[in-house]
C-alpha cells in the first residue's frame, strides 16, 4: 500500500507498507521491502467498521504508527 501523508508543520511522507503474507517480499525490485514496513492486514467480514460505518463486504484493518519530520521554519 503506497501512502502520501500531509499534515500542517510537518514534511510531507511518502512511503509504502507491505503485507507481511505477501509472497513478493523478497524479490522486490527496487530493494524498497524494509521489515519495519511489514506489517499485518487483518481481514474482517462485513459489518461495522473501526470508524464507525457499516460495510457490505469483507475488508482489512492495519495498524502502523508513521513518524512525520518537522518542518524548518
Do not use: C
Amino acid at each position: 500500500m503506497h501512502l502520501l501523508i500531509n499534515a500542517p508543520g510537518y514534511k510531507p511522507l511518502v512511503t509504502h507498507i507491505f503485507r507481511e503474507s505477501d509472497p513478493y517480499l523478497d524479490s522486490d525490485a527496487v530493494f524498497g521491502v524494509r521489515s519495519s514496513l511489514i506489517t499485518q492486514w487483518v481481514r474482517h467480514e462485513s459489518g461495522k467498521i473501526p470508524d464507525g460505518p457499516h460495510s457490505t463486504t469483507p475488508f482489512y484493518q492495519v495498524d502502523f504508527e508513521f513518524v512525520l519530520n518537522k518542518r524548518a521554519t
